[in-house]
């Protein structure tokens, strides 16, 4: 809805879903097979948000307010096995400034609530960043984000990075920053199947990337290559006795993307990773797949239809257990039909060939699925 330069938008989504999933059972990888498991889970969410522009359009503000609860049901043959019930609540404000045509400032405030059964926590944040337009060629950008958190007090963590195209064909670029993450109410509760750990502590990170991205004269073709360090301390893992602090994970990765355009129709993109993790005692970090990657083969004609065929690989992972978790690959479709300007028909088949895998030990996945939806615009 417009009101003359400002726009107010507002989604609701509820969904009703019931699901039957693996029992443990001793003999295949992560001892899973049938029985008799049942989720039940019902999840409301909705956002509003306003933006209006102000002094003929320099300052952006854009007002945003987000609400959302699930409830979930487990039942084991036929018998409650653990149940929870939560919300979240968002309100986030949010300032875009163009001082000049060399220098833009962000800067914003928000609050996230969130509540269980139990508990509920809290954490408020203030950011600000800054954009250079140091010359045609180099862009600089600085930031600054504070966090208070109602368990875990105050965190400030900064951001910089640089973006330098010597030719239109290149981009080098590279950046610099710190996290901060809190435990959630369910990783302290341990969510009803694990032993609670109410001496969690928040993650802090430290990561640093650098990159070299190259784009063909005609626009066709697109090739990355991107290599990065993460430090993360007091990392939040989990194992059969419940959720625990890491003292350090170190991981070191190279990534690599491309796409080329076959026709103006018809285009191919790709993603590979490969990353070397390790935890405190150097040993490998669970569920990091050292090899990982993509192909997507999509189609877009002249015309009401496009769509896309994925194929993801992910390689062997370390478990908590010491053993090895399987690669897999999987085939994915997806489809859209423009039956008008305001309809639109969308579909989406996961795992094609029915592959057989686990992302995670103990916890299988679907076969063969599939969606279909309905999409309006007004």
């Known amino acids: 809805m417009n009101f003359g330069d400002a726009r107010l938008a507002a989604d ?68 409650p096995a653990f149940s929870g019930e ?96 809190a435990p959630t109410l369910l990783q302290l509760s341990g969510g009803g199947f694990a032993l609670p750990s109410p001496n969690l502590q928040p993650e802090t990170s430290e990561a640093f990337d650098a990159g070299i991205e190259w784009r063909a004269p005609d626009g066709h073709a697109e090739l990355g290559l991107t290599v990065f360090n993460a430090d993360i301390r007091d990392q939040i893992s989990y194992a059969a006795t419940g959720y625990f602090n890491e003292s350090e994970v170190d991981s070191t990765g190279v990534e690599i993307t491309g796409r080329y355009d076959l026709t103006e129709w018809l285009s191919v993109s790709g993603y590979y990773a490969n990353i070397d993790s390790s935890r405190t005692d150097g040993s490998p970090t669970f569920r990091v797949p050292e090899h990982s990657g993509d192909v997507r083969v999509s189609v877009d004609p002249e015309g009401p239809f496009s769509g896309a065929v994925l194929v993801r690989h992910n390689g062997e992972e370390p478990n908590t257990d010491g053993t090895m978790l399987d690669a897999w ?11 008008s300007e305001k309809i639109e028909l969308f579909g989406r088949i996961e795992n094609l060939f029915g592959e057989e895998y686990q992302q995670i030990l103990g916890y299988g996945t679907p076969d063969l699925s599939g969606s279909i939806g309905i999409r309006l615009r007004y």
């Open 12 to 79: 609701v989504l509820w969904s009703d879903a019931e699901s039957e999933y693996d029992s443990f059972v001793f003999g295949d990888q992560g001892n899973v097979g049938d029985g008799e498991e049942l989720n039940q889970t019902e999840e409301l969410s909705g956002n509003i948000s306003f933006s209006a522009p102000l002094f003929n359009g320099r300052l952006e503000n854009l007002l945003v307010a987000g609400y959302s609860e699930i409830t979930r049901e487990n039942f084991s043959n036929g018998a």
């Open 86 to 181: 939560g919300d979240r609540a968002l309100f986030r404000y949010q300032g875009t400034l163009s001082i000049n045509d060399a220098n833009t400032l962000a800067f914003g405030a928000e609050r996230e609530e969130t509540t269980t059964e139990n508990e509920e926590t809290s954490i408020n944040g203030l950011f600000v960043l800054h954009e250079l337009q140091a010359s045609e060629k180099l862009t600089l950008t600085g930031g600054l984000r504070v966090d208070d958190h109602s368990s875990f007090g105050t965190e400030t963590t900064a951001r910089v990075a640089a973006a330098y195209n010597p030719t239109p064909q290149f981009t080098l670029r590279a950046s610099w920053g710190q996290g901060f993450k």
């Open 329 to 339: 690959t999987r085939v994915d479709v997806t489809g859209s039909y423009d039956v």
